[in-house]
């Protein structure tokens, strides 16, 4: 019985091939939109999570506010957090945009000064050369490590290491060239140049240092080891919260993910009323449907068809046209999906899990709205049915 009624199913749209288009539109659409967005959605968020992870789950920034040397730190008390438990390394920086230039060409790149521990901090990889090192901070030596796109600005495929550079009009000795390391949330992690901290304090003429990297011994632990290290920032201001903030990577990464499922909560909920305006699409044709067969529904139950019969034939139709257009939909989410990641270069990330949802939920549309046509049919008098002109 349910093998025929799904043949009459298919009977009957495809001798409504337009019409049955039209009205799979709405569900097709809502299907495709869930897909696609949710995909685009989850593509974005693991891409800013590999951003964050890149950097460390271990890794907490310290931030000064402020102007003056009385809401800085000097080079010795920013290290003093090193020395703060459950810390393993401490690099302070200080950061200016510098012009460098090497014979005719010129390139305006972040110079960072910070100590050898940047190096572990940020992640980083030596391509070519050395890094700087203590020896390079006791004597304000000027040595510089260039990141591999500035390395390729100015050098092109000739090595840089033992090269001169100006940075600001002061010679500097190339040392070393960082290995690609690729973007982040704030822009390319190659476009930089770092030098000894003391160097560039006396270069950039800096008040103090603002920003220190720590990495924590045992990333489960960091929560714990902020607090410490707030703590001991607390003395160092005299109990002026305002004066620093520290932030986590770990709170940053539960901050990304809490909100990469609350924008794909939202969106499937906005694509989900293309289904549901979808499923009235459907109640509605289905309905037409009943009135121009309402001669067929008489000499059905005429010849022996039972109420259970005609109310099962409607609804499979209703389920079978849903179906269809969930399987439409996702192959139209898909495609849109796959299409916006070549035009705009967007990661997207497609979940089976979501796609099963998708069409379950398109099935139990044609179920909810195909159940009231195919009820109304069921309960059609057969003698005036077969009247019905």
Not at 8 to 30: D, E, H, P, Q, V
Not at 228 to 251: C, H, K, T
Request: charged share 20%; net charge neutral.
């Amino acid at each position: 019985m349910i093998v025929q009624s799904v043949k009459m199913a298919f009977k009957s749209i495809l001798a409504n091939k337009m019409r049955s288009l039209l009205t799979m539109l709405g569900i097709i659409i809502g299907v495709a939109s869930v897909i696609a967005l949710v995909a685009i959605g989850q593509g974005t968020t693991k891409r800013v999570t590999e951003q964050v992870q890149g950097l460390g789950a271990n890794l907490l920034t310290v931030n000064i506010f402020g102007r003056g040397p009385s809401t800085a730190l000097d080079y010795e008390q920013a290290m003093r957090l090193a020395e703060v438990e459950g810390v393993e390394l401490a690099a302070p920086a200080v950061t200016q945009n510098a012009t460098v230039k090497f014979g005719t060409t010129s390139e305006s790149v972040n110079v960072t000064g910070t100590n050898r521990a940047f190096l572990d901090v940020q992640h980083y990889e030596m391509a070519e050369g050395r890094f700087i090192g203590d020896v390079d901070l006791d004597f304000r030596h000027r040595v510089a490590v260039l990141g591999s796109e500035t390395a390729a600005a100015l050098f092109g495929d000739e090595n840089p290491v033992g090269q001169t550079v100006s940075i600001n009009g002061s010679r500097f000795k190339v040392v070393g060239v960082l290995a690609e390391k690729g973007e982040s949330s704030a822009g390319s992690r190659d476009e930089i140049v770092i030098v000894p901290i003391t160097t560039g304090e006396r270069m950039f003429r800096t008040g103090g240092v603002r920003t220190i990297y720590l990495t924590v011994e045992d990333e489960r632990e960091a929560t714990a080891v902020r607090e410490r290290v707030e703590n001991e920032l607390a003395g160092m201001f005299r109990g002026n919260a305002n004066s620093y903030r520290v932030f986590s990577q770990q709170e940053l990464l539960e901050t990304v993910s809490s909100i990469s499922d609350s924008l794909a909560l939202m969106l499937g909920g906005i694509a989900a009323i293309s289904l549901v305006v979808g499923g009235i699409g459907i109640m509605n044709i289905m309905l037409v449907s009943v009135t121009e067969r309402t001669r067929e529904i008489g000499v059905r139950k005429a010849i022996g068809a039972k109420r259970r019969h005609i109310l099962l034939q409607f609804l499979i139709e209703a389920v079978v046209l849903s179906s269809l257009g969930g399987v439409l939909g996702i192959g139209a989410g898909v495609g849109a999906a796959l299409g916006a990641s070549r035009a705009a270069g967007m990661d997207v990330v497609f979940s089976t899990d979501v796609m099963l949802l998708a069409f379950g939920f398109s099935m139990a549309i044609g179920v909810l709205f195909g159940l009231f046509p195919a009820n109304k049919a069921a309960k059609l008098n057969p003698i005036e049915a077969l009247r019905f002109e």
